[in-house]
């Protein structure tokens, strides 16, 4: 905000201000030693403002001036209304999540068959890297052949892959199954990996498909499936030069919080709002993730599930004009 002038009369000031706001700048006076100054609110129409303070001062009883008060009345009746709604609609989203999940992301009345489906298959996927991974006898185990049959490219093709800078070389023989599986293993090391995966395809899947109905959730889910395992692909061997692979469903769960993230911001419903403190844990955690302090994450996964999410809840709310 910042001061543009001042103006001798009060009555003037009150007329050059309602002026203002008919033209779209919103502008406030304040009485100062016997002068009414002008004050702008919005930085980029300062040097507008002053050209209309110039023009007035010329003539302030002019017409134009004279007959704004009625129009500036009716455009504030407006603006109260708006804002009163937008008060009412935080008020019920808020009462909507009482008993808030994770981070406040509020609870799930519900599961959808496609969320319960990519919950079993992840756990049972990785539960057989948990207790079957090790080889014996130089013999590969079920949960060796499991993972490299989800991998987005199989063990005897990573060096190939790395080599020739084509993460799609298993792919192309016709195994194009792995466009999407890497989503369901999760690090055979620990609980953590799938703990904090299914815990948000929980709260935000949960949701997301009461919201959207399974069909098309699962359209959704399969695109960022796709995007957030390509980007990830290419960004191992075209950034780090190395395939050296990856799993999990947090490609996913950020493609949901962004494709929520954006409803939230656009198109407000209950089903879909994020409240503040949500959207921050997951902007931070995305964050340091990026700053290496969690060690070898995805992070290519995790950027191009996100911008799924983001341009489907985007183009979701064009498609609504």
Known sequence: MRQIGKIERPERAVRFVDYLLTQGISAKTEEHNDQ?????????????AKSELDDFRLDPDHSRYTEAKHEATAIRKVEHKENEQRRKNIINMRGKFKNPGMGG?????????VTKTLMIISVVVTLSGI????????????????????????NSDRDAATVGKDPLVTIKKGEIWRFVTPIFPHDPNGIFHILFNMIWLYILGGRLENYLGSRNFLMLCLFMALGSNLAEAFGQVLVFGQYHGFYGMSGVVYGLFGFMWM?????????TFLP??????????????????????????????LAVGVVAGIWGKLMQK
């Open 105 to 113: 992301a509020g609870g799930v009345s519900s599961l959808g068959p």
């Open 263 to 271: 409803k939230t911001l656009y198109d407000p419903n209950p089903l």
């Open 276 to 305: 503040p403190r949500t959207i921050f844990i997951m902007v931070v955690w995305f964050l340091i993730c990026w700053a290496g302090v969690m060690g070898g994450v995805a992070n290519y996964a995790h950027t191009g599930g």
């Open 36 to 48: 009414w100054t002008i004050w702008i609110h919005d930085e980029n129409q300062i040097d507008q």
């Open 131 to 154: 207790f079957f991974y090790a080889t014996k006898e130089n013999r590969p185990s079920i949960g060796y052949w499991v993972y490299d049959y989800a991998g987005f490219v199989s």
